[in-house]
C-alpha cells in the first residue's frame, strides 16, 4: 500500500499531546504557504510508539515531531541521524519516506540561537555561557552553543550529567558543580535555564541571581509561563531577557522545510497565534 500523498499529512506525537502548540504554527504556515493536507496531534502512550512508527508511512505520514516522552524512542529508531540529532544526542523531528524509512534531526539547537538572535541580537561567538540544566534539551543548545564558538559552562543539580554532558561534546563545554552556579551565572554573557524549574503547574518559587554582567542576556527554554521567575530574577538585576517561546517557533522552521521545501518563518503574526493558543490553554 503507498502512502496516499507526501507532505498532505504530518504531525507531532507526545504523551500526552493535547497541550501542543505546533499545530497552530505548522497549519499557520500550510494555510500561509499553500500546503495542502494537515498537521496533527497524535496522542500515543509510549508502549504504542514502536507500532505507531511502523504504521505511519502507511497513515500517509511524511513528517513527525516528536515530544515528551518520546524523544529518546524517537532517537533510537531513526534508521538515520542527522550529525546534529547525533551531537544532541536526542530527535525532535523525523522525516518518513514513502517506503518507511526513517530520518532523524534534532531542532532544538538552531531553534535556540535564531530566537536569540531575532529577539535581541545576540550572536555566540567568544561569548561565555552559563547553562543550567543537563537535560535533553541543554545538551542540544550546549552543542550549538559550542559549534557557534561559544563558551559553556553547564551546572546541573544531578552533578554527574553536566560531567557527563561535557565530556560527550568537549572542546569548550565543561561542568561546575552547584556551588559554582552563581559565579557562572555572574561571569555570563548569555544565562539560559534548560532546567523545568519554573514550569507552570510545577510551584513557581522565587529564583535569586547574583549581580550580572552589564549587558547580560538571560534565557528561559520554558514558555508556560511566559515570564517565568528566572527571568524575572535576571530582569531584575538588569539583563536582557527572552522568552523560550520563540524558541519554540523557530525549532520547527527545520522541519516545515524539510517536509515541504519551503523555508517559513517566524514573525509577529505567527507569535500572536501562538500566544492566543496558549492563553486559551491556560
Ligand atoms: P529533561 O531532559 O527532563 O531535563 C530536566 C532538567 O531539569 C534536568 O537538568 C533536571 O536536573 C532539571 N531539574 C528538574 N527539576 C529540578 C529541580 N527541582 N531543581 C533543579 N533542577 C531540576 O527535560 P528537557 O527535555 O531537557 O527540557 C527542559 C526544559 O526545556 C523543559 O521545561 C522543556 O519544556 C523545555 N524545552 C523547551 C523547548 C522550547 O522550544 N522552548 C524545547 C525543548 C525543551 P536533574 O538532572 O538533576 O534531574
Not at 514513502?98 to 535564531?114: C, K
Not at 550572536?123 to 559553556?152: E, I, K
Not at 554573557?189 to 513557581?204: I, Q, S
Request: aromatic letters at 6%.
Amino acid at each position: 500500500m503507498s502512502a496516499p500523498g507526501v507532505g498532505l499529512l504530518t504531525g507531532v506525537v507526545g504523551f500526552p499531546i493535547a497541550h501542543s502548540l505546533s499545530p497552530v504554527i505548522h497549519n499557520s504556515w500550510r494555510a500561509r504557504h499553500g500546503v495542502r493536507g494537515v498537521y496533527a496531534p497524535f496522542n500515543v502512550a509510549p508502549k504504542d510508539f514502536p507500532d505507531f512508527l511502523c504504521f505511519a508511512p502507511r497513515l500517509g505520514l511524511s513528517g513527525l515531531n516528536v515530544t515528551t516522552p518520546h524523544k529518546e524512542a524517537a532517537f533510537a529508531s531513526a534508521g538515520e541521524r542527522s550529525e546534529t540529532a547525533e551531537r544532541a544526542g536526542s530527535v525532535n523531528t523525523l522525516s518518513i519516506s514513502e517506503a518507511g524509512d526513517i530520518v532523524g534531526h534534532s531542532t532544538d539547537g538552531e531553534g535556540f540561537l535564531r530566537n536569540l538572535e531575532q529577539a535581541a541580537g545576540w550572536t555566540p561567538q567568544d561569548r561565555a555561557v552559563a547553562l543550567f540544566g543537563a537535560g535533553g534539551a541543554a545538551r542540544a543548545v550546549a552543542a550549538a552553543l559550542l559549534d557557534a564558538g561559544a563558551s559553556v559552562v553547564v551546572v546541573n543539580r544531578t552533578e554527574a550529567k553536566a560531567e557527563a554532558l561535557a565530556a560527550a561534546l568537549g572542546g569548550s563545554v565543561r561542568a561546575a558543580p552547584m556551588t559554582a552556579l552563581d559565579a557562572a551565572f555572574a561571569e555570563a554573557d548569555l544565562l539560559v535555564n534548560a532546567t523545568t524549574l519554573g514550569m507552570e503547574g510545577k510551584g513557581a518559587a522565587a529564583w535569586a541571581l547574583p549581580p550580572l554582567k552589564s549587558g547580560a542576556v538571560a534565557t528561559d527554554l520554558i514558555y508556560a509561563p511566559l515570564v517565568t521567575p528566572f527571568l524575572e530574577a535576571a530582569a531584575a538585576r538588569g539583563a536582557a531577557t527572552v522568552d523560550g517561546l520563540g524558541m519554540l517557533l523557530h525549532q520547527a522552521v527545520p522541519g516545515f522545510k524539510a517536509w515541504h521545501g519551503v523555508r517559513p518563518t517566524v514573525d509577529d503574526a505567527l507569535r500572536a497565534k501562538a500566544l492566543s493558543a496558549l492563553e486559551r490553554r491556560a
